[in-house]
């Protein structure tokens, strides 16, 4: 059995890739070599520095002393979460790895990535000190969001959140109306971006709820009661700790499957989501 578990694993490899080219969200990921893992399993130890400022030089005694404080914080998981498929026995092991690379896949692609995309968009939108619109807003014109955008980075120039590094997430209908202006009205607003991502409405809420698998055996995500569509997130990528850790995909073979003459095929992943809180105004939040 050991060439056919050989088989099943070549598809790990293609798991990140899906999820990268798939994710409205994974060009926030942090960097791995930054942090550490902590004492329990679904723990991350995470730095965070603080230091003193200027102060007077002295022709007579020179430089005042500082301070630099460098830290580690610890951080649990917030977000972990998984499914277990099982394939008949049936199917050959050349059929049953096909079936597996298809089944990666398409569950990464319309199951985990949509879901991750909308935990954490509500985890943002739902922070303490982050920056957003006074009241909820619907578009009626291109104008009306350029505007909206132009109030948003003026809030995040006035914090003296860095502009680089500033990523723009919209729903596509909002796009559109922008896109539908003449390039003159846009252009500035825009060029204000490192980068400009649309994200379906179906994963942009403000709150979301996570349904358990059980109760509602479906699984997945809905829109909170409490909910509220979001027209476009600005989040400066400095602002936000997101840390993905993905388990490659877990494979028992039938003779090791206890409950059934199937393969099995297992995902799980757990990560933390959450924003620093000394930079929640790299974040701003325009909702409906």
Known sequence: MGNNIELFQEYVPILDEVYQEASKTAIL???????????NANELVI????????????????????????????????????????????????TAGVAFGLL???????????????FRFATYAGATGIGKVAKGETFESGEDII?????????????????????????????????????????EVMSRFDTVTLVPQSRFYTAI???????????????????KNINFMIIHASAVIQF???????????????????????????GVVDVYENKAAGIYLHHQ
Do not use: C
């Not at 709820?209 to 909910?227: C, H, I, P, S």
């Not at 877990?250 to 995902?267: I, S």
């Open 29 to 39: 990921d942090g960097n791995p070599e930054l942090v550490q893992a902590g004492a």
């Open 47 to 94: 730095p965070k520095m603080a230091m003193d400022g200027l102060a007077d030089y002295s022709r007579n005694s020179g430089y005042v002393g500082g301070e630099v404080t460098l830290t580690h914080e610890t951080v649990a998981a917030n977000y972990d979460r998984g499914r277990m498929f099982n394939i008949d026995s049936q199917d050959n092991a050349e």
């Open 104 to 118: 990666a896949g398409e569950f990464i692609r319309t199951k985990v990535v949509p879901e991750l995309d909308a």
């Open 147 to 187: 505007l909206a955008l132009r109030a948003a980075s003026n809030e995040m120039d006035e914090a003296e959140v860095p502009m680089e590094e500033r990523h723009l997430f919209i729903t596509p209908t909002a796009h559109g109306m922008i896109a539908d202006l003449d390039m003159g009205k846009s252009k």
């Open 209 to 227: 709820e996570l349904m358990d698998g059980q109760t509602d055996k479906g699984g997945g995500y809905k829109k909170a009661t409490a909910g």
């Open 244 to 270: 993905p850790k993905h388990v490659a995909p877990k494979v028992v073979t039938p003779e090791q499957n206890p409950d059934a003459d199937a393969w099995k095929f297992g995902y799980r992943q757990v």
